[in-house]
């Protein structure tokens, strides 16, 4: 059965693009069959992907409409990334979809019924930083949530929004599973992040076994079109994702 997980965090740069594209890298490297959805009008998944071009033509715009249906259906869109990945990729049009689907009828069921025929193992669904009706989208369609978190005490505290927002979506998808929150940018110096990372754990909350360090490898991989796991295989954040990918898919 496909896994559909959601890579969501209404706070900006804490690395919901680079675990979507990582992780989704490092399950195709145990075999798996993935589908990453740029479900973002700032296309960082598709520029990482270096499918900026073939987006423009068609992307998930076209599939989820805007006040409008889309005219497309989504293996219409879908481009092949890797051996194993192959990407729904987005462009700026898809913000006409955060718009224009305030005006729609069942807005919140939009990208579950186009993803309705896909069957890879893994759809990994990249949120952009908000709780608009794209991310609603994303926490409808999911069969579980993962949330980047960095170890820091206001992202620590931004944590009850988007609990606050899952929670609100449970009579929509009732299945809804936390799948955890990844610790990122972690910082073994700072006894700040490591205060953060007790605390986190202190409070119950659903921390991964997994932590990603902070390295400037994973902006230098993104630019040259390339995962961490090839571009940088002895990298302590390589070892860190080829793990998370051992924690959901082992
Ligand atoms: N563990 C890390 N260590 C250092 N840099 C990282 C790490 N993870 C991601 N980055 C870099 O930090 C920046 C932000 O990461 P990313 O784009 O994945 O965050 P995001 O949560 O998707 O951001 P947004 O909310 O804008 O979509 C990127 O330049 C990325 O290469
Ligand atoms: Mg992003």
Avoid: W
Wanted: net charge neutral; glycine share 8%; with cysteine.
């Amino acid at each position: 059965m496909t896994r559909i997980i959601a890579i969501a965090n209404q706070k900006g740069g804490v690395g919901k693009t680079t675990t979507t594209y990582v992780l989704g890298h490092a399950l195709a490297e145990r075999g798996r069959t993935v589908l990453l959805v740029d479900l973002d009008p700032q296309s960082s998944l598709t520029i990482a992907c270096g499918r900026e071009k073939e987006g423009m033509a068609a992307n998930l715009y076209h599939v989820l409409g805007g006040q409008e249906p889309g005219t497309h259906a989504l293996r219409d869109i879908v481009v092949k990334v890797n051996p194993g990945i192959y990407l729904a990729p987005a462009d700026i049009a898809l913000s006409l979809s955060e718009s224009g689907l305030m005006l729609r009828m069942r807005r919140e069921y939009v990208l579950q019924e186009a993803l309705a025929g896909a069957t890879p193992d893994y759809v990994l669904i990249d949120c952009l930083p908000s709780l608009g009706i794209l991310t609603v989208n994303a926490l409808v369609a999911a069969s579980e949530v993962l949330i980047p978190t960095q170890c820091e005490y206001l992202a620590l505290r931004g944590l009850a929004m988007i609990y606050q927002t899952i929670n609100r979506m449970r009579p929509a998808n009732p299945n809804l599973q936390v799948l955890g929150i990844l610790p990122t940018f972690f910082d073994p110096r700072l006894i700040h992040s490591r205060e953060i990372l007790e605390a986190m754990r202190a409070r119950g909350l659903p921390v991964l076994p997994v932590v990603i360090g902070r390295s400037v490898r994973f902006a230098e991989s993104a630019l040259a079109h390339e995962s961490i796991l090839t571009y940088d295989p002895s990298n302590p954040g390589t070892q860190a994702y080829q793990a998370l990918a051992e924690v959901i898919d082992g």
